[in-house]
């Protein structure tokens, strides 16, 4: 094979693998094309394969549809992405929250303590 060229597994046939790799789909995506009658194709009737003709493979409803889908995927991807992006923010600045509150919390435990000090001495509270 090739380097960067899918092998035909006769004269301008490609196995559904093939397919789905110049569709850029997964692979399930072309076995449900084919079981929906959606792509052109021949069945051996000895060994159950697949072959698809590679005209049936451009312009045709599934690789127009094909494309559509391709750019959905990429922007769902780079929301995703995004998402995970602010998330990890959100739980950074989270945690840098909770830091804060327990200085507070130990600022005010000081404070309360320099406060109880002051008192048993016989001091005058400052205000």
Do not use: C, F
């Not at 092998?7 to 850029?24: F, S, V």
């Not at 076995?31 to 194709?41: D, F, S, V, Y």
């Not at 998402?83 to 923010?89: I, M, N, P």
């Amino acid at each position: 094979m090739a380097e960067g060229r899918p092998e035909t597994n006769g004269e301008g046939l490609r196995t559904p693998a093939e397919a789905a790799r110049i569709l850029h789909v997964p692979l399930r995506r072309v076995l449900e094309w084919l079981a929906a009658g959606e792509i052109e194709a021949e069945q051996d009737p000895v060994s159950g394969r697949w072959n698809i003709p590679e005209s049936a493979l451009k312009g045709s409803g599934p690789a127009k549809q094909t494309q559509e889908e391709l750019a959905w995927v990429y922007e769902k991807e780079r929301l995703l992405a995004e998402v995970r992006e602010w998330r990890g923010r959100a739980e950074r600045e989270r945690e840098r929250a909770e830091g804060l509150l327990g200085e507070v919390e130990g600022l005010r435990r000081e404070l309360e303590v320099e406060r109880m000090r002051r008192g048993l001495r016989g001091g005058t509270p400052e205000a």
